[in-house]
């Protein structure tokens, strides 16, 4: 699978989105010149399913900045993605909830978004099978930030 041509075609996917939910979002992708053409060997549909999610909850949560996305070759047999958003963010204590099965943050804020809770649970187990990692960073009203890392 090659990321950079995979990426576009999302990014393709959520520009339609954006325009057809009239969000004022600037999409970015940020990568190194050597990862361009990169392929690796891994289950290809199951790491796509996890960057949609991902793309998917940063276009959900964010209704005006940007999302952006970055990958790069951490070490010489690893790949680190990430996706950055400026949407409403998680509170630090709530962090390790949304990993956990249909577990969603109970606030307020959260109850006008639908989702069953299992999206980013899933992602993550994904990533572990696929000999990874998965975590995030985030700040209340100003962003997200998720990351995994896989061999490649």
């Not at 949560?61 to 996305?69: R, S």
């Not at 970055?70 to 909830?97: A, M, R």
């Not at 956990?100 to 187990?125: C, D, H, M, P, W």
Request: charged share 30%; glycine share 6%; hydrophobic share 40%.
């Amino acid at each position: 699978m090659h990321f950079y041509n995979f990426l576009k075609e999302e990014i393709n996917l959520l520009k339609i989105k954006k325009e057809k939910e009239n969000k004022n979002l600037e999409l970015i992708i940020k990568i190194n010149d050597n990862v361009e053409t990169l392929s690796i060997n891994s289950d290809k549909v199951r790491i796509k399913q996890v960057i949609k999610n991902l793309l998917n909850n940063a276009f959900k949560f964010t209704e005006k900045g940007k999302i952006e996305i970055s990958f790069f070759i951490k070490n010489e047999n690893c790949l680190q993605f990430s996706v950055k958003d400026t949407g409403i963010g998680i509170k630090k204590e709530h962090t390790n909830i949304i990993f956990i099965r249909f577990r969603k943050v109970e606030e307020n804020v959260f109850q006008n978004y639908q989702g069953a809770g299992l999206g980013l649970t899933i992602s993550k187990k994904i990533i572990e099978l696929l000999g990874g990692k998965m975590w995030l960073t985030s700040e209340i009203n100003k962003g997200s930030t998720f990351y995994f890392t896989i061999p490649i």
